[in-house]
């Protein structure tokens, strides 16, 4: 079935630095990404996401980007804001209807 | 703007008893999901549910578990006999069926003692 590997665990950036969050899937059947956003206490709350078809999709401060003959995608987080620390989670999907296989998250710190 | 909402937020047990999670999905939406997430752990799949039946489910969603859409609103999940390893943090999202985004609930944390 699929994996998705997701780095880093932890990251740690300077307010106003950008932030680049790297996943990797292993089925290339996978063809949507969505990146989702947990803040404490909360559920996952979908903030991009990418179809195979597209490499790169940008919706103001995020970007994700995917290259799918390496299986790779990653978040782009640029002018980074306090609001933005959270925990993050990159997903594969193989269908409309599939589940969403998540990866392990990475917990983003902006330090004022 | 619409969303999944899911009751209680945090329900205490007892192990050896039962419990049903609710979950209001996006009205229409039509594909429904649980998944499951122990404190610090990722999010993880147990069930998909469509046109009123179990599309999909995981090694975790065993005998012990079932789902139900009892009206046209709701979507539960019950734990026939909690175990303490049931304790977690228990998300339902709906997806449509033009689109692959899947929007999650708040969350029902589930204690069990």
């Known amino acids: 079935g699929e994996n998705v590997e997701q780095h880093p665990s932890t990251l740690s950036v300077q307010e106003g630095d950008s932030a680049v969050i790297k996943c990797t899937y292993s089925?290339?059947?996978?063809?949507?990404f969505p990146w989702y956003k947990q803040e404490l206490g909360k559920g996952p709350q979908l903030i991009i996401d990418?179809?195979?078809?597209?490499g790169e999709k940008k919706d103001q401060r995020i970007a994700v980007t995917l290259n799918k003959t390496a299986k790779h995608f990653s978040l782009h987080i640029t002018e980074t804001q306090p609001e933005d620390s959270a925990v993050y989670f990159c997903a594969a999907l193989m269908n409309r209807d599939d589940k969403i296989i998540f990866g392990k998250g990475t917990r983003l710190h902006i330090l004022p | 703007e619409p969303e999944v909402t899911q009751t209680p937020s945090h329900q205490v047990t007892q192990m050896g008893q039962e419990v049903i999670l609710r979950c209001v999905p996006i009205s229409n939406h039509l594909y429904f999901y649980w998944y499951r997430q122990i404190l610090g752990q990722k999010v993880e799949f147990l069930v998909s549910f469509y046109n009123n039946e179990i599309s999909e489910k995981s090694e975790i969603f065993d005998d012990q578990f079932s789902v139900e859409r009892p009206d046209g609103s709701n979507f539960t999940l019950k734990i026939r006999s909690t175990k303490l390893e049931d304790s977690a943090m228990y998300f339902c999202?709906?997806?449509?069926?033009?689109?692959?985004?899947?929007?999650f609930g708040p969350g029902t944390r589930l204690t069990v003692t």
């Open positions: 990418i179809r195979s078809n597209v």
């Open positions: 089925d290339s059947a996978s063809n949507y």
């Open positions: 999202a709906s997806s449509g069926d033009t689109s692959y985004e899947q929007y």
